[in-house]
């Protein structure tokens, strides 16, 4: 199976995170002759920005990353290189933070100027993972030319600032307020010159209006029906008896440019020299300095030849014809065999539960489909 296109990844990840920022990039031919690649799994550079990392240590964040795309690898994706962080405000590095322009205009005591105000678009462009939602105060945070900017706006603002680290303090909402006016403002002076009629502004409103909802949607449906203890459990047990019978391989290797080294290298073997000798001077640096060691893999974790070639040695033995790959020709030792152990419950428990949540996703998708009348 090939690997993904970046439009196709970037779909499969913007649906388990609907509403936050996804960038990939292929970096796919930067990795040409690796063991991944021959295989037709591409190498990705993944950025990701969600209010769902919140509280989440990196390995955590990558592991939701994973998630979302584990039944493509490693078929089709060898590698990925995830940069997953919290989603923050933007703001213009070269000019202060808005909690620094907040203080000095306290300390000003003077009302901010139209100037002040213009510098406050730098504060972030919050994204679909905050809600504007709840209920309407009295009072409202300002109005613009008889527009009223409600006060729980300034709330939702203040409550996401905060979720992330920041002081509920009178700097703060000060600064907010300031904000949403520039917002305001902004907004109304696009409407009058009518440019949310044009096609891409148009299409950009649709598209983010689509992924709110989408995720309000997600939620809802999860909301109200959570996956159970009981339901990751079972999943867990088919996994674990699909894999029962299942082995995996304790092999090293040499790899080098010619057959007539490997030949050589055989050689050299067969008159008693150390596996882990030679190996010192084979082409793959990482397992060189093991001995040639790779480690407990399954078969499918190498290039057909290559797993060919393992899987019909006995233990202790070495291949007596060099093994020849796109990466030079190989002889490799098989060192030990085991039945493949399933992981425990409990630390694979949160990515079940992830995968039976998209499970549930997918259904509704597929229900959704079957029930419309799509021409």
């Not at 339901?231 to 082995?247: F, H, I, M, N, S």
């Not at 060192?335 to 949160?350: G, I, K």
């Amino acid at each position: 199976m090939s690997k993904p296109g970046v439009q196709e990844l970037t779909e499969r990840l913007q649906a388990a995170f609907p509403g936050d920022l996804v960038q990939v990039r292929d970096d796919s031919h930067l990795h040409a002759g690796h063991v991944g690649a021959a295989g037709g799994g591409g190498h990705f550079q993944v950025i990701i920005r969600s209010a769902r990392f919140a509280g989440l240590s990196p390995i955590r964040r990558h592991r939701l990353v994973y998630d979302a795309v584990h039944d493509w690898m490693p078929e089709r994706i060898h590698a990925l290189s995830i940069d997953a962080r919290l989603l923050q405000p933007r703001r213009n590095p070269m000019m202060p933070t808005p909690l620094a322009r907040a203080s000095r205009a306290v300390k000003s005591a003077c009302l901010p100027t139209r100037a002040t105000s213009a510098r406050w678009l730098a504060v972030a462009v919050f994204g679909a993972g905050i809600s504007v939602g709840g209920l309407a105060l009295a009072q409202n945070a300002a109005v613009i030319n008889g527009k009223p900017i409600p006060s729980s706006r300034l709330e939702s603002f203040v409550k996401a600032m905060v979720a992330q680290g920041r002081p509920d303090t009178p700097e703060l909402r000060q600064a907010v307020r300031e904000e949403l006016i520039a917002r305001e403002l902004f907004v109304i002076e696009a409407e009058k010159r009518k440019l949310g009629a044009d096609a891409d502004v148009d299409a950009q409103l649709v598209r983010a209006r689509q992924d709110i909802l989408i995720g309000a949607l997600i939620r809802d449906v999860l909301a109200a029906s959570p996956v159970t203890d009981e339901e990751v459990a079972k999943e867990y047990e088919k996994l674990a008896k699909e894999q029962t019978g299942a082995k995996e391989y304790k092999a090293r290797h040499i790899l080098v440019e010619t057959e007539d080294q490997a030949k050589d290298i055989i050689a050299k073997l067969g008159k008693g020299e150390a596996f882990a000798d030679l190996a010192k001077d084979s082409k793959d640096p990482g397992s060189a300095a093991r001995g040639g060691d790779l480690d407990w893999n399954s078969p499918e974790t190498f290039v057909p030849p290559f797993s060919q070639a393992m899987v019909a040695l006995k233990k202790g033995k070495f291949t007596m014809e060099p093994v020849k790959t796109q990466f030079g020709f190989h002889v490799i030792q098989l060192d030990d065999t085991r039945e493949a152990q399933p992981p425990s419950l409990e630390s694979v428990q949160p990515q079940l539960r992830k995968q039976l949540e998209r499970q549930r996703v997918i259904d509704l998708q597929k229900s959704l489909r079957d029930k419309a009348k799509v021409e």
